[in-house]
């Protein structure tokens, strides 16, 4: 069926699957003068010198998704892609907003700010996206792809529209 391979070039989808899989693998990177530094939840680590990402310049994103943790001299990941905010919002962990200071929490320790008007877009999508995904899993023969149309489109759109990663991609704060 051709609707179901029409986005499989999309990198952006692509590492978004990526999210979904690997998640709560996830380091952010802080860039400082001498490169960039990267931290977990629980502690610092570097890229792997033989990660391609090992001597990037410039990231696109400032969140990775990781395959494999090793401690050898130090804690190092491997395997690692660049994923955007919106791959977290959807396919991370729980979401927690705080409109006062205009932050979304994903899973109480990946703050990101974000306009109320973009916390509650990605808050009822995610919650839309979770409400079919939960529909599928009891469902397997279910066709959701009808009934899910403007959801699914709403979040392609999001994660694939150059607009949208512009002034309404929710970062990290300084």
Not at 27 to 43: V, W
């Amino acid at each position: 069926n051709h609707s179901h391979s029409v986005h499989a070039q999309s990198m952006p989808l692509l590492k978004s699957l990526l999210c979904a899989s690997l998640y709560p693998n996830v380091a952010i990177a802080q860039a400082s003068p001498s490169g960039y530094r990267f931290q977990t939840e629980q502690e610092s680590i570097s890229i792997h010198p033989s990660s391609v990402n090992h001597n990037c310049k410039q990231l696109d994103s400032n969140f990775l998704v990781y395959f494999e943790k090793v401690k050898t001299s130090q804690v190092y990941i491997r395997d690692c892609s660049t994923v955007s905010p919106y791959s977290l919002l959807f396919f991370g962990g729980d979401l927690r907003v705080d409109h006062g200071n205009q932050r979304i929490y994903i899973d109480d320790w990946i703050s990101l700010t974000a306009s109320p008007k973009v916390a509650a877009l990605v808050t009822e999508l995610r919650g839309a996206l979770d409400a079919l995904l939960k529909r599928k899993i009891e469902n397997p023969k279910e066709d959701i792809s009808e009934t899910g149309r403007e959801v699914i489109q709403g979040i392609i759109t999001l994660l694939t529209d150059p607009s949208f990663q512009q002034d309404s991609t929710p970062i990290p704060p300084p």
